[in-house]
């Protein structure tokens, strides 16, 4: 059985850090993207970002550009999503996907339970 797990999330005030992450467990992820989707309240979810299996390709929406960082460990088949400068539209639902190609352009082929960010105000 493949599991995402999501860890990280707080409520925190805008202009703080947090750091997200998402261990995955029950199959091995080589050469799977990974990638973070965040669903707010009456939005639609929202392709954050996502990374190759080598790190060597990473890519933000532009919303997030310049203060969320995303990263892996491979050997601890985790990723991690830096987020800096959070602002109250931050907040939201924080998702954890993987997909066997480039998660935004061919999609995901597993999904975390997610994990809640708060920034107040």
């Known amino acids: 059985q493949v599991q995402l797990v999501e860890s990280g999330g707080d409520l925190v005030q805008a202009g703080g850090s947090l750091r997200l992450s998402c261990a995955a467990s029950?199959?091995?992820?080589?050469?799977?993207?990974m990638g973070w989707f965040r669903h707010a309240p009456g939005k639609e979810r929202e392709f954050v970002g996502d990374?190759?299996?080598?790190?060597?390709?990473?890519y933000y929406t532009d919303s997030v550009k310049g203060r969320f960082t995303i990263s892996r460990d491979n050997a601890k088949n985790t990723v991690y999503l830096q987020m800096n400068s959070l602002k109250p539209e931050d907040t939201a639902v924080y998702y954890c996907?993987?997909?066997?190609?480039?998660?935004?352009?061919?999609?995901?082929?597993?999904w975390g339970e997610g994990t809640l960010v708060t920034v107040s105000s």
């Open positions: 990374i190759s299996y080598s790190g060597s390709r990473i």
């Open positions: 029950g199959r091995t992820f080589v050469g799977y993207a």
């Open positions: 996907a993987a997909g066997s190609l480039n998660i935004r352009s061919f999609g995901v082929d597993y």
